[in-house]
């Protein structure tokens, strides 16, 4: 039982940064922006983030800074792609880049540092119950905060008008500007709003993973929540499904290799993105009979004409 | 007050080319200010980044052999971006390129086969280069899917392959239990060309892949079906130019280009195939394309150019202590400054007032 409780927990901790990112990009996509600079933003967030906590000694600063930097990042891909209507792809390669030279810039006064991992929060009662209360109501802030936000996010995107309206202009923004919608600003929230929450999730790696930072500790962790965007169809429900199954994998082949079970890592760990490949042709062949799929302004430039 | 971009009624061409100076000048000042920040002489090591590696004929070797593949893989991918095909998963590429080639060399090691092998290989390399870009474009083309994020996709995919097979069925038995394959005999090495260095022949086929590129895209119907279905979908497909067609074509040749950069880079200067064999090649000629503006000549000067980056930054790491992540640094702000510039060739920026004007 302990054990099966103690791979549950590492499941949750692995899953936490990739849906907390993945939230976000989900946002900026359903406004029409690919940002592929998710890496970048999320390594930044876990370098500032670091420092933050490091400097303060709270968690809780250190969360802001990294939402701090995430933002700050996306902010430069918004001025230049929203701005300037320059191409996105390229834009979100740059920013990937820039921010894995910036935070090891910035982290590398920190390395060999350790910082106090932020506190579990057990939920008065609910966490006394036998296995679930510990595994369901005695996680760290952050894991909390990620499920709320996907909440949050399903609630704005379905039942509040701007939410229609971002939708709106993901799928169309010539329509979405006849209208007389900001386009652009909506947009630029949507960034922004994204880059945060690649910097939490970034900052949730030295914050609460590991108390600890290294260069290049996101791992990959970003482009793996831009396949789940995609994995999960632009649903925020599936998007929690989708995280917590590619956390389980990751965990998973941790194990397959402890037990032995003959059964190559890397086949294992290359599953997500094999899945998300077949995810992506089997909805885009439905596109046309079935309903959502991409937004049809996606990476699109859009330059209003006045 | 608001800034707003209006579009030109033509192409600014003296904006054409200030635009990468401009950039490139933008960049030095950024870095120089980050530079400052670090407590670094700004001047000094400016010099140390762009100088120094032009001085020394075995610094001078290492930029050709750096920005030997990475000219190879922005030829192809600047295809694909002409045709407004979204090709990112040229490391993939590189990797299992690196990977069908070195087949031959695995299972023929300790036997001298003969110069032939090493042709072979470099066949094999840019077949499964294409191949491996084949997916995303039969993906396309069949089921719509999106290029950009299977592409992406499989280079993780294209690493694990590679990476079972080091550690596991190619493992050089007498290797001490490190993931990497046995040495490549001399029969499947690209030879080397100038004593002293490891400028090896593969640079060769690199000038030679850029020539045909310049030819092919400014002389011949296939170059220009490129440039139209890029540039005006709607009238290419009056003219009868078929994009499926060219979003396979260009993967395929992308791919092969890349493979091929990656089987030249094992058989030639790294010698084996283990993991680590690409510094994101793959992902930093997509900065080498779009900096060459997608043109051949334009790709070759920026190939050298990130190249001297490199050579670069490791110099002034070890004389300057300056960190190996500066480059990085540069290289993502310089690929912004120019897609910045480039805006400007195509839009004005105009300051309006809060009354739009009624005229």
């Not at chain 2, 300790?110 to 491996?132: E, F, N, P, R, T």
């Not at chain 2, 290289?331 to 805006?343: I, P, W």
Request: a positive charge.
């Amino acid at each position: 039982m302990l054990i099966v409780e103690a791979i549950i927990l590492s499941v949750i901790a692995a899953s936490t940064p990739l849906l907390l990112a993945a939230a976000g990009e989900l946002v900026v996509e359903r406004s029409g922006v690919l940002n592929l600079g998710v890496e970048g933003m999320m390594i930044m967030g876990a370098a500032c983030g670091f420092a933050g906590a490091f400097l303060s000694g709270s968690t809780f600063v250190g969360a802001l800074t990294g939402i701090a930097a995430g933002m700050a990042l996306s902010f430069v891909f918004a001025v230049l792609t929203l701005g300037l209507a320059v191409n996105q792809v390229a834009a979100g390669l740059a920013l990937t880049i820039l921010g894995i030279g910036l935070s090891g810039l910035i982290g590398a006064s920190f390395v060999g540092q350790k910082i106090v991992p932020a506190p579990h929060l057990y939920i008065p009662g609910l966490s006394d119950i036998p296995v679930a209360g510990k595994i369901l109501f005695a996680q760290d802030g952050f894991v909390y905060f990620s499920v709320l936000l996907v909440v949050g996010i399903w609630w704005f995107l379905y039942r509040t008008r701007g939410g229609l309206i971002l939708r709106a202009v993901g799928d169309s923004h010539t329509s979405a500007h006849a209208l007389g919608y900001p386009v652009l600003k909506i947009r630029l929230m949507a960034v922004l709003f994204g880059g945060g929450c690649a910097g939490l999730a970034g900052a949730f790696l030295p914050l609460a993973y590991t108390p600890f930072f290294i260069p290049g500790m996101t791992a990959g962790r970003g482009w793996i929540a831009l396949a789940l965007v995609v994995f999960s169809s632009w649903l925020p429900g599936r998007l929690v499904a989708g995280a917590y199954l590619f956390g389980a994998v990751s965990i998973l082949q941790l194990h397959a290799q402890a037990l032995g079970l003959g059964i190559p890592s890397q086949l294992m760990t290359s599953l997500p993105y094999l899945a998300t490949v077949i995810v992506l042709v089997i909805i885009s062949r439905a596109r046309g009979s079935a309903g959502s799929v991409a937004p049809a302004s996606l990476g699109v430039v859009f330059v209003p004409d006045r | 007050m608001q800034l707003v971009l209006e579009k030109r009624a033509e192409r600014s061409t003296f904006i054409a080319l200030a635009s990468p100076l401009l950039a490139i000048v933008l960049t030095l000042v950024t870095i120089s200010i980050l530079l400052l920040a670090l407590g670094k002489n700004p001047l000094a090591a400016l010099y140390v980044y762009f100088i120094e590696p032009l001085t020394d004929p075995y610094t001078l070797m290492e930029i050709a052999v750096k920005a030997s593949p990475l000219v190879m893989i922005a030829i192809g991918l600047s295809l694909c971006y002409l045709a407004n095909v979204w090709n990112i998963g040229a490391e993939g590429q590189f990797i299992m390129g690196a990977v069908t080639g070195s087949y031959l060399a695995v299972v023929t090691n300790g036997s001298d086969v003969g110069h032939w092998l090493v042709i072979v290989m470099l066949i094999m390399g840019a077949l499964g280069g294409a191949l491996w870009a084949l997916i995303p474009a039969i993906c396309r083309v069949r089921f719509g899917a999106n290029e950009i994020l299977t592409s992406l996709m499989l280079v993780y995919v294209a690493d694990l392959i590679m990476d079972y097979l080091v550690r596991g069925p190619w493992r050089d038995p007498k290797g001490m239990n490190f993931p990497t394959t046995a040495s490549f005999d001399p029969s499947a090495t690209v030879p080397v060309i100038l004593d002293g260095g490891r400028l090896h022949a593969g640079v060769i086929v690199t000038l030679a892949v850029v020539v045909i590129a310049a030819v092919m895209l400014g002389r011949t119907i296939k170059g220009f079906e490129i440039r139209v279905v890029g540039a005006a979908p709607r009238a290419a497909r009056f003219a009868g130019f078929k994009s499926d067609r060219l979003v396979i074509f260009t993967f395929l040749i992308s791919g092969a280009l890349a493979g091929l950069a990656g089987i030249i880079e094992v058989a030639g200067p790294v010698g084996v195939l283990q993991p680590g064999i690409s510094p994101g090649y793959g992902f930093t000629a997509i900065i080498v394309a779009f900096l060459g503006r997608l043109n051949p000549l334009g790709i070759l000067i920026a190939g050298l150019f990130l190249a001297l980056t490199f050579i670069g930054g490791e110099g002034a790491q070890i004389s300057m202590k300056i960190p190996l992540d500066l480059t990085k640094v540069f290289q993502g702000v310089l690929l912004f400054y120019v897609l910045a510039c480039d805006s400007l060739i195509l839009y004005r920026i105009r300051l309006i007032g809060s009354q739009p004007k009624t005229a």
